[in-house]
């Protein structure tokens, strides 16, 4: 063969390597991008997004949307490139998102947790605003701690140091400055048996050993003689929270609390109300839009991120609390704008 037969043969050979490189082997980046919205006043198949169960509810209107973002694993590099030029995803290192030394599994299980965490949250951050009584549960003790032994995952906790227990912070308040050694006595109630007393010796603190450690992890949740059940499936992650305590708060009072409007938004809520920001935010945006939201609820953390890559014809509303959540629908209701960002 003569040299110029050589040199494209050597091209064409390149060029198949290149190709299949780039369509087979995995680059260490995931894409972001919009995932799915849910309203939470509908059904997720047949199933109502919330139910309440045992209390009266009323006739809700409009959306309230939660809002998701994808990401998509496992991409080649021509894969990733299609993507990113696409304009609606973002790449992304994929340890963040699947950090070495876990497994797939292991990470789904977090996600499905801390979507768990969320509901709960959400119902206790909505039960209290509308005046319903709370309690305080024992959470996860840790292992080989004071509590161990003495305290069980999902013991009611009444009172601490002879202080009533009506928070996890006020718990926390309870023992403040309390040393290793000395003895917290804590009143709590173990499934439906009677009320108990325990003398519980405190151990230091890993990250200050000069502070006693009691080892429970305390939330608060609703202590009310009906249930509420969120029914969502293959969904992950806290951000959620916002979005089910509105749905609920519209499900348990009269009248459409977004005035029959289009309504998304997303933030993590605490049982006390406040809404924290969140992660993906234009995607969120991006997609709620498309799926017909006109008002988009953003965590006041995400502001500046949300301004700045609002989709045309949907307006921002500024939330730092349920309340100021509610104000925001408020003024929807009554045909004026909300606190933007």
Known sequence: MTRRTWTLLTSVVLVVVCGLLGAFVRVPFVALGPGPTYDTLDVDGDVPVIRVEGQQTFPTDGDLRMTTVSVTDQLSLFGSLGLWASGRYALAPREVYFPPGKTEAEIEQENTEAFSDSQTTAETAALRHL????????GEIVQGSPSAGVIEPGDELIS???QPVTSAQSLRE????AKPGDRVELRFRHADEAERTAQIQLAPREDDPSQGFLGI?????????FDIEISLADVGGPSAGLMFTLAIVDKLT????????AVAGTGEIDPAGNVGPI???PFKMLKAREDGATTF????????????QTPEGLQLARVGTLDDALSALEALRDGRAPASC
């Open 160 to 162: 601490a140091q002879g």
């Open 174 to 177: 309870a023992i403040a400055g």
């Open 279 to 281: 992660g993906g935010i």
């Open 217 to 225: 992890g305390a939330s608060e949740q609703p202590d009310v003689p």
């Open 297 to 308: 609820l953003v965590p006041a953390g995400n502001c500046a991120e949300a301004k700045a």
């Open 131 to 138: 005046g319903y009584p709370t309690k305080v549960i024992a």
């Open 254 to 261: 009269p009248g459409a609390i977004n005035g029959g409007q």
